[in-house]
Nanobody
Framework: VQLQASGGGLVQAGGSLRLSCAAS????????MGWFRQAPGKEREFVAA????????LYADSVKGRFTISRDNAKNTVSLQMISLKPEDTAVYYC????????????????????WGQGTEVTVSS
C-alpha cells in the first residue's frame, strides 16, 4: 500500500483546508483509514478515523465539530475537511491505513496502523 497525502498549506485562523490521501495497492475499500498529526516538538496524535465502509467515524475531542473525515472507495481516497482552523492545528498531517481487513472497530492509536503517508504540512497563522 502506498499513501500520498496532499492539500496542506498556510491559512489564517478561522479558515479552512481540505486534505486528501490517495491510496494505491491493495483493496482500499477493505480497511480502515486514519489521520494523525504531529506538531513541532510534540508527539504524533490522533485526529480522525473512518471505517472501511465509510459507515463509522471517530474524532479526537480537539477537532470534533470542526473536522470531517470522509472516503471515496471508488477513487481510493480519504479526505479531511477542516474548518474553523486554529493556530494549535498547525502540524504535519499524516494519513494511515489499518490493513486488518474489515476491522469492526476504529482505533485512535498510531501503532494500530500499518502504513503511513509522507505527511502534508498545515500552518495556521493567528
Amino acid at each position: 500500500v502506498q499513501l500520498q497525502a496532499s492539500g496542506g498549506g498556510l491559512v489564517q485562523a478561522g479558515g479552512s483546508l481540505r486534505l486528501s490521501c490517495a491510496a494505491s495497492g491493495r483493496t482500499f475499500s477493505s480497511y480502515n483509514m486514519g489521520w494523525f498529526r504531529q506538531a513541532p516538538g510534540k508527539e504524533r496524535e490522533f485526529v480522525a478515523a473512518i471505517k472501511w465502509s465509510g459507515g463509522s467515524t471517530l474524532y479526537a475531542d480537539s477537532v470534533k465539530g470542526r473536522f470531517t473525515i470522509s472516503r471515496d472507495n471508488a477513487k481510493n481516497t480519504v479526505s479531511l475537511q477542516m474548518i474553523s482552523l486554529k493556530p494549535e492545528d498547525t502540524a504535519v498531517y499524516y494519513c494511515a491505513a489499518d490493513l486488518r481487513y474489515y476491522r469492526t472497530s476504529l482505533k485512535p492509536f498510531s501503532d494500530e496502523y500499518n502504513y503511513w503517508g509522507q505527511g502534508t504540512e498545515v500552518t495556521v497563522s493567528s
